[in-house]
């Protein structure tokens, strides 16, 4: 039970910190904008002192080859006739609890064909994973420990690749666009080897690859985005020779801002978009060159979005601004969210009840094949409370 007198003061403290601390990021974003807001020339000499400088400190910084504060309107109005294909996932994840070790994967497929009068495709595909090679890993030393919940969701990001590339397979000959529901710089579980990853990333790229082949774009759409690799770019404008970084150092002026909270300032209005920046992030090592991830932000009213794209969308100007416009309109149509990704959510999604008539199912089934039935008491006592 919770007992709120408890927190009270303590409430009352965290509005004074959030007071302060929306006083500093109003100082950080004046730095940011006098930095950001230059000319062309200016920022060609500021990039050559940037790049004399090497690689920062810190891990998030991105490319920028014009300067930041470079916009973008809306190229064009939506096309009344054209495709939005979008795939999501959800899981019932292991649980050493339950009555069998397994977990279940269930990928929403949309396809929405506007301007045709066609229905659209609105589909879930769910896969069970309980063989012992799904559901264990071996270390090293040949132990076998249960998957973590984080290798379960990059299977299940897999999945939704996997299936994305069969909508764009079938989908291909329309005006179509691809969005995914995640960034599209993949990050694996924490502790897996080199050669792993490559093998994670490698099957991730095979859904990049299915989209270049037929120039069907592919974009990851990023709800209310931490993000801080354009900020991270700014801070090197602030250093001085021989900076060390430190807490004191210049460069620490605008740390805590982020490339969103920038962007609200730099954006005029709904549909404008940032420039294409590229990408740094360590995992970016194993993609191949084309398709390595850059990302722009996007002005959708509510929010700055960021919109991640491959290497061969950022350089082919018409994909560039299919993807600017397509994922603008889905937003307006999803009121706030790309329509065609809240649509793969709501068919991915398992519920509670979904996931009680699951185990049911799989209790119905042990039954009748005179199995055990191992379900432990804490599982049982979350199920069915006492009082």
Not at 28 to 34: K, S
Not at 47 to 73: E, F, H, K, N, V
Request: negative net charge; hydrophobic residues 40%.
């Amino acid at each position: 039970m919770l007992e709120l007198g408890q927190v009270v003061a303590q409430i009352g403290d965290m509005g004074a910190e959030v007071k302060q601390r929306t006083q500093r990021l109003t100082d950080q974003m004046a730095t940011a904008l006098q930095k950001a807001d230059v000319s062309v020339d200016e920022w060609a000499a500021t990039r050559a002192r940037i790049d004399a400088m090497g690689p920062p400190q810190w891990q998030q910084w991105a490319t920028i080859d014009l300067p930041p504060s470079t916009t973008y309107a809306l190229p064009y109005p939506a096309p009344l006739t054209y495709t939005a294909l979008a795939t999501d996932g959800s899981q019932i994840p292991l649980d050493r609890h339950a009555m069998a070790p397994c977990y279940l994967l269930n990928v929403g497929m949309i396809a929405l064909h506007y301007g045709t009068g066609e229905r659209p495709l609105l589909e879930s595909r769910a896969t069970l994973h309980y063989k012992p090679e799904e559901i264990y890993s071996t270390s090293q030393s040949g132990e076998e420990t249960p998957v973590s919940e984080r290798w379960v969701a990059t299977k299940r990001l897999l999945a939704e690749s996997a299936a994305l590339a069969e909508l764009i397979a079938v989908n291909h000959q329309r005006d179509a666009t691809a969005l995914v529901d995640d960034p599209l710089i993949v990050w694996t579980p924490t502790g897996e080897s080199d050669e792993m990853q490559k093998r994670i990333i490698d099957e991730f790229c095979e859904m990049l690859n299915a989209g270049m082949n037929v120039r069907v774009p592919i974009a990851g759409y990023v709800s209310r985005p931490g993000h801080r690799d354009v900020v991270g770019t700014l801070r090197m404008t602030l250093c001085r020779e021989g900076c060390t970084h430190g807490p004191n150092a210049p460069c620490r002026a605008i740390a805590h801002l982020s490339d969103a909270q920038l962007f609200s300032r730099l954006l005029s209005g709904p549909g404008d978009r940032s420039q294409a920046f590229g990408s740094h992030a360590l995992n970016l090592k194993h993609y191949p060159p084309e398709q390595q991830i850059c990302f722009f932000y996007l002005h959708v009213g509510a929010e700055v979005a960021r919109v991640e794209i491959p290497q061969w969308v950022t350089v082919d100007k018409e994909l560039l601004d299919k993807v600017h416009v397509a994922v603008y309109d889905q937003v307006v149509k999803g009121q706030g969210y790309p329509i065609a990704l809240s649509e793969a959510h709501e068919r991915a999604i398992v519920r509670g009840p979904e996931r009680d008539a699951f185990f049911r199912l799989v209790e119905q089934s042990f039954i009748r094949q005179n199995l055990p039935i191992m379900t432990t008491r804490k599982s049982m006592s979350k199920r069915r409370p006492l009082v």
